[in-house]
């Protein structure tokens, strides 16, 4: 089961962290991903790391101002969103895969970000 937080509302510019919990499961078989959707847009993955952190990707739109990360050892994953602009509201979905992110098996319930302008 995953459980994402950290959402909330912030100025165009700020910061965010959201966290990913997973439990229930082998945490370091899964790779993690962050999925967001905004109003009346297709779900875009924004950024995703391998079971072992070792690699991460990320859409285009959030490169060099999104990181992912992970901690196996206490079964979280974070997205670090720096410079956040009104483009990037949205809710957001941290979702597993057992199969490098192919196909996400598992989703958790998102968090909603709001950037002002």
């Known amino acids: 089961q995953l459980q994402a937080s950290g959402g909330g509302t912030v100025q165009a510019g700020g910061s965010l962290r959201l966290s990913c919990v997973m439990t229930?499961?082998?945490?370091?078989?899964?790779?993690i991903g962050w999925v967001r959707q905004a109003p009346g847009k297709e779900r875009e993955l924004v950024a995703d790391?391998?079971?072992?952190?070792?690699?991460?990707n990320y859409a285009d739109s959030v490169k060099g101002r999104f990181t992912i990360s992970r901690d196996n050892t206490k079964n979280i994953a974070w997205l670090q969103m720096n410079s956040l602009k009104p483009e990037d509201t949205a809710i957001y979905y941290c979702?597993?895969?057992?199969?490098?992110?192919?196909?996400?098996?598992?989703w958790g319930q998102g968090t909603l970000v709001t950037v002002s302008s």
């Open positions: 979702a597993g895969s057992l199969s490098d992110g192919r196909r996400w098996e598992s």
């Open positions: 229930g499961v082998i945490f370091d078989q899964w790779t």
């Open positions: 790391i391998s079971w072992s952190g070792g690699i991460a």
